[in-house]
């Protein structure tokens, strides 16, 4: 698969997963162990930046619209935490992967 291709993929899982929080932790672990054969392929790291920067993406942005809505939430920099810290490790994850694979191409000519 490509390595593009496989990245946004698992952004969307992530993302879905995301979204299936609504329904309860049990339906977003159950979108995750279907992202699990996605995620063995190679690039493993490409596969987990994308889900991890789709978990954390979309979960930031919709505490960012609570936060602006003017909506209160108890512990709320907790929950903004929750989708920060995925996001930040999917996103640095991401690209210590294209610096290798940039210098693995500029070794090889």
């Known amino acids: 698969m490509d390595v593009g291709l496989l990245w946004i993929t698992t952004f969307f899982l ?15 672990f159950l979108t995750l162990l279907i992202a699990a054969p996605v995620i063995v392929r190679r690039p493993h790291l490409v596969a987990l930046s994308g889900l991890l920067t789709g978990f954390g993406g979309l979960w930031t942005y919709l505490e960012v619209r609570v936060f602006t809505s003017g909506g209160m939430q108890d512990n709320g920099t907790f929950w903004l935490a929750v989708g920060l810290v995925p996001l930040v490790i999917g996103l640095t994850v991401l690209a210590l992967v294209a610096r290798r694979d940039r210098s693995a191409r500029s070794v090889r000519g």
């Open 14 to 28: 992530g993302a879905v997963a995301t979204v299936m929080m609504v329904f309860g932790p049990l339906a977003a």
